[in-house]
């Protein structure tokens, strides 16, 4: 017995495989676009803020106007790509989010974790296993700020040279990929 189907495909247009194809591919390179420029314009006003910061610096603090000039601009185009790169990052998430929800069932802005809807009451046996699940990014978060409050108090002094507060400045960028790191390994 045979069934026949060709009253709905006579209704229905069906794209083929490489129309569907085009139609996606063009949707990413929509998505993509959009986010590039949210980034651009971030990029642009870290630019702004950058030079402005570099401007002042340079007029008030002896230790920055004695840097070169390379040295400076360099400076002035970390903030601009840190700037762009985050906000790309986080238009991506955006636009990644919003993408899902199309293909979602419960169709919700927010989804959040169970644990973190549940009301705690904050007593003693409650602050030790928090502290305990943490103890990892706490004592990184309790060195990133002993390392930048004693970069802070060198920066202050006339009497220490600048390549040792350029160590005193690695260490602190270090301390702060290692947090960043363990962080996304903790919510991967």
């Known amino acids: 017995m045979s069934v026949s189907m060709s009253h709905i495909s006579e209704h229905v247009e069906m794209p083929d495989k490489m129309e569907a194809h085009r139609l996606r591919r063009e949707e990413k390179d929509k998505i993509h676009a959009k986010v590039l420029l949210e980034g651009a314009k971030m990029g642009l006003v870290t630019t702004a803020g950058a030079i402005a910061a570099s401007l002042a610096a340079q007029r008030y603090i002896p230790a920055y106007a004695r840097l070169t000039l390379p040295f400076r601009i360099s400076l002035v185009l970390a903030a601009s790509t840190a700037g762009f790169f985050t906000e790309t990052d986080r238009a991506a998430m955006r636009a990644d989010r919003e993408f899902a929800q199309k293909f979602s069932i419960t169709q919700k802005d927010d989804v959040s974790l ?63 990929a290692r947090i960043v790191n363990g962080e996304k390994k903790a919510t991967a």
């Open 114 to 176: 169970a644990e973190a809807s549940v009301a705690r009451s904050w007593d003693m046996e409650t602050v030790k296993q928090v502290a305990f699940k943490n103890r990892f990014q706490l004592l990184s978060w309790g060195y990133l700020g002993v390392v930048g409050t004693t970069l802070a108090y060198n920066f202050s002094r006339t009497d220490i040279f600048l390549s040792q507060n350029a160590v005193a400045g690695i260490l602190l960028i270090g301390a702060a």
